[in-house]
Every structure is written in C-alpha cells, then in structure tokens.
C-alpha cells in the first residue's frame, strides 16, 4: 500500500482525534486544528509532487486486488485538489484562532473541521462509486454541524434548506449507484468506464441524468442551487470561507470526474445539457448578486454564479476548456475564500450588515482595501488577475469549439463577467469609498475582543497567493493542461487502477 495516496484521510481523522482527546484544553485544539492543516498542506505538496514525476498513483486497501478493493487514486486533478484543500485549511486555521469563539470551541469546531476535511479530501482521491457516497455523506454531516454551531435562528434556518436538499442529492447518488451496481456488477470508475458503455443506450442516459442531479446539488448549479446563498452567510467567516473553498467544488469535482470517465459515450447530448445549465447557472446567480445589498449575501450568490463557469469547461468537453475548468476551480477557492476572510474585518465585530449601514474602509483601513480590491477584480477577471487567465482560457475553447450552444454560453459567460465586476463596484463603492454614514459614526461601537491583527494574516497570504497565480500563471497552467489531458485521455487512470486486470 501506498502509504502518501492514504494521508489525505489519515492526517485530518488523526487530527480530529487528537482533538477529542483534549476537548476541554481550547489551546491544545487550536494549536492541533492549525498543525494538522500545516500537514495536510505538507501532504498535498508532496502528493501533487509523487503525482508530476511518477504519473497517476493507485493503491488497494485490504489486499484485495482491484476492481473489488477499496481504491485510492490520484492522477494530477486529484493530487491539485488535495493540495487547495491544505492551502484553505491552513488560512482558515489561521483566521478561526480570532474569529471562533468560546462556545464553538467548546462544542467541537476543531474535530468538526477536520472531519469535514476527511470527507472532501476522501471524495478527492477515492476510486469507486460507492466510497464516492460514503466520503459525501461524512463531508455533509460534519458539515451540517459546523453550520448550526452556535445555534442561531438564521443558522437553523439556513441549515434544513442545506440539509434537505443534500439529502435528497444522498438519496438520488444512492439510488444510482444501486442501479449501476445491479446493471454491471461494478462500482469501481476505472472499471464502470468500460463496463457502462455496453449498457443499453436507456439505461446509460437514465444513470447519467441521476447523477448529474445528485452532483448538482452539491456543486448548486440551476436550478438546485438555492440551499447555498441562504446557508453561507449565517455562520462564522472562517466556517463560510472553508465551505465556499471546498463544498461546491467536491460537487465539481465528482461531476468532472464521472462525466469525463464513466458517462462519456453519449457524450454530445449530455455536455450539451452541461452547457445551458452553465448558462443559466452564470446568468441567474450574478443576477441575485446584483440584486443583494449585504456582502456575504452577493458574494454567496457569486459562488453559484461562478460554478457556471466550472460547468461551462465541462459541457465543452475539450482538454483545453477541461484546463480552464481546473485552473477556474483552484482559481475561485482562493479567491472566495479570501473575499469571505475580507468581509469579517469589514465591521469591528465581523458581522454583515447592509452595504448602506456601511463607509469609510478606505481610509481607516487602506491595507484591508488594497487586498480586497484586487480580490475583487480577480473575481470579475481583470487582466493580469487569475481570474482572467481561467475565462481566458474557457472562451477561446468555446469559441475552438465553433458550435451554436458553445457561442452562446461563450457570451454569457462575457456578460456575466461585466455584471460581476458591477456588483464588487457596487460593494466597493458602498463599503470602502463613501464616507460613512452618520448613524453609522454616531452608533456605539460593538465591544469585541477578537486580535484582529491574526485575522489579517491569512488575508494577507491568499491575496498574495491569487496575485502569483495570475502574474505568473504558466507553472500553474502546465500542471493544469497535464492534468485536463489526463481527463479527457482516460487511458492512463485506467491502467493505473486497473493494472493485470485491465481486459
């Protein structure tokens, strides 16, 4: 067994457990939450590292050989997942030693933490269908549990929308891989991937279609997104920017990842479905966004927008729009993960109130304004900004593509562009540029005790990091084109899994 393809799970669950062992000592746990994600960082390196040199990495758990083990692989998109789940751990860690308070500590926001990254990184590198479930319903229930922490009547309500619709996409995932199960006798990927094509061209469409819902409940794309922007801004900042870095994107991520191996012989007309869901999915959510006049709020309904994007590089089904849609995922976990970081030093006590309610930032905060301007254009995808290089690289796929639907999510996906840069001017404008409002002056200032001076620490480091990625994106983009190579060239996985057994 290959020890590093198991330290994905193994770190965060030891984590976890060490922090059960102390859950009366609060300094122990924080000092364990931050070390455990400098390992899993440490992990993620050097996985992506074993991955770029050696190639795709397979494991079997319990000596059975595949496809009836337990499969642990990691082609390139794995390893770069693994390794963006280490870096938003890391900052998060960072920021929640400010921003969690007492209670939340008290009741477990360390071991919860870590369980739930156990989960996405477990749905990250394992290899069949059923593990896939299993690691999704480990990320939702830890989850579920850092999002009602504190028990506030907003969390709960924002918590049954998350809940019920995830467990409806648990039912659905279920209710496919029974299906699947029954129909070839395999759950393995790299197995499913020559055994679903002999499937009858029924059946094969019926599957793809539950699926495709069931992950895209997860990844909230039109027209099941609607449990995101009601449960993002109720709880913490540092739980809100660890969900916006990694829930949707393990919905992505399993979407990419059935949909370019195992559900690819009826390919044309279900990544053309793929594209007006993209459309619609860009178009709808920066249209809520603009309509919001709170900063988690707009930038919530951003993520859904956003995930339009990831999808659109999907439903082109190129190795080049695969590239944008991987360079687009890493792209926007670090970028909404630090706008989220950056509204929590927005007000004293890290609250969210209206845009009109706020002023002012610019000048009594022009460092905290800097990094949130170039997070925010990065968003929107002003040159030379990371966001740019990842629509960049999706709209000359669409536009190699040539074809009708390919044009007109291209040009949504121009227009969604604009009005996203709109909506960050609008929270620049409201929040950093006007002078603040007189009752705004005249109100008493909220006592808090939180060192702000911590929480600006992992603002600092990711703004840093999205300015690197996008003035020097060319190291970034040739691990990201070998790995969309890998994708839409299943060969290599499947020989790695499969090995002797292959037919």
Known sequence: MKVLLVLPVLVPMATAALALLFFRRERIQRALGLLGS???LGVGVALLRAVVRGGIQSTQLGGWPSPYGI???VDLFSALMVLLAGTIAVATSIYSVSDIDRERRAHGFYPLMHVLLMGTNGVFVTGDLFNLYVWFEVTLIASFVLLVLGNERPQMQGAIKYVAMNLISSALFLTGVGILYGSVHALNMADLSLKVPTLSAPIRTTLAMIFLVAFGIKAAVFPLFFWLPDSYHTPPVTVTALFAGLLTKVGVY???????LVFVSDGESTHALLLGIAAFTMAVGVLGAVSQREVRRILAFHSVSQVGYMVMGLGLFTSSSLAGAIFFVLHHAIIKSNLFLISGLMRPDGKDVRLDFQGGLLSRSPGLSACFLVTALSLAGLPPLSGFWAKLILVRSGLEVGSRGAAAVVATSLAVGLVTLISMTK???EAFWKPAPPEA????RPRVSR????LYVPVVLMTALGVTIGMAPEPLLEI?????????DPTEYVRAVLGDARP
């Open 38 to 40: 400098l390992v899993e």
């Open 71 to 73: 499969t642990f692989v």
């Open 254 to 260: 399993a979407l990419v990842r059935v949909f370019t």
């Open 427 to 429: 929270i620049w404008n």
């Open 441 to 444: 002056e005249l109100a008493p």
């Open 451 to 454: 060192p702000r001076a911590l």
């Open 480 to 488: 990201v084109r070998r790995a969309a190579a890998q994708l839409a």
